[in-house]
C-alpha cells in the first residue's frame, strides 16, 4: 500500500492556462473522490468516480473544470482558463465501497495550484 | 443541507487535554468523522461515531450524541506533533462525499 500519490505538488500558472493534475489512488480502491480546499477552510467536494464511472459533480464545478478516471484507475483533473479563484489545493481521496457506513476516505497530498 | 461548526482555533501545553467540540445540522444522520491535518499535508482518518457515546482509541476520544447533534474530539497527553487542524465531517447523500467544517487549529506549546 504505497497511499494515494498526486503529481505535481505545486503547480503556477498565468491567469487563463490550463492545468492538469494527476491523481494515483491505493491500488485496490474502486472510489475515487477529488476535494478543494483553500486557506483556513475543510476541503470541498468536487466530483466522485465510481471505477470509470462518474457518478457525481459538485455544482462548484464549473464547465471549466473536466475529471476523467480512464480503466478505472488514475484519474485527471482539468481545469481550463484558470482564474485567479481557482488557487487552492486539489486533493483526490481513494475508498473501498464496502457498502458500510464507515467508508475512510484515504486522502493525497493534494497539489497546490497559484493563478497568478 | 449540512451546516457544521467548530472553533478556529485552540491552544495547550504538552502533556495537557483538549477537548474539541462540533455542532452540525443535517438533513439525515450517517455518522461523523474526524480528521488530522498537518500543514500542508493530507487529511488522515482518526475516528468514526454513528451511535452515541464515547470511543476511545488510545490517546484520542471521541464523543457524539445525535439528539444533541453534537461531537467531541478528546486529545489527551498532548504531544508536541498533535500540532495539527483537526476536521470534523459528516457524509451527506453519498458515502465518502463529505461535508467538513472549517477544522480547528490545535497549537500544542511547550
Known amino acids: 500500500d504505497t497511499g494515494v500519490s498526486q503529481d505535481p505538488r505545486h503547480k503556477i500558472t498565468k491567469r487563463g492556462q490550463n492545468v492538469t493534475f494527476r491523481c494515483d489512488p491505493i491500488s485496490e480502491h474502486n472510489r475515487l473522490y477529488w476535494y478543494r480546499q483553500t486557506l483556513g477552510q475543510g476541503p470541498e467536494f468536487l466530483t466522485y468516480?465510481?471505477?470509470?464511472?462518474?457518478?457525481?459533480k459538485s455544482r462548484l464545478l464549473s464547465d471549466r473544470f473536466s475529471a476523467e478516471r480512464p480503466k478505472g484507475s488514475f484519474s485527471t483533473l482539468e481545469i481550463q482558463r484558470t482564474e485567479q479563484g481557482d488557487s487552492a489545493m486539489y486533493l483526490c481521496a481513494s475508498s473501498h465501497d464496502r457498502g458500510t457506513t464507515n467508508e475512510k476516505l484515504f486522502f493525497g497530498s493534494g497539489t497546490q495550484l497559484s493563478v497568478l | 443541507g449540512q451546516n457544521i461548526d467548530q472553533p478556529t482555533e485552540m491552544t495547550a501545553t504538552e502533556g495537557a487535554i483538549v477537548q474539541i467540540n462540533c455542532t452540525y445540522q443535517t438533513s439525515g444522520f450517517n455518522g461523523l468523522f474526524w480528521y488530522q491535518q498537518h500543514a500542508g499535508e493530507a487529511p488522515t482518518f482518526l475516528s468514526y461515531n454513528v451511535l452515541d457515546g464515547l470511543e476511545e482509541k488510545g490517546r484520542f476520544s471521541s464523543f457524539l450524541s445525535r439528539s444533541k447533534g453534537y461531537s467531541y474530539l478528546l486529545l489527551k497527553e498532548l504531544q508536541m506533533k498533535d500540532s495539527a487542524s483537526y476536521l470534523c465531517?459528516?457524509?451527506?447523500?453519498?458515502?465518502?462525499?463529505?461535508?467538513f467544517g472549517a477544522g480547528t487549529q490545535v497549537v500544542v506549546t511547550p
Open positions: 465531517a459528516v457524509p451527506t447523500d453519498s458515502w465518502g462525499k463529505l461535508q
Open positions: 468516480f465510481q471505477n470509470e464511472a462518474q457518478l457525481e
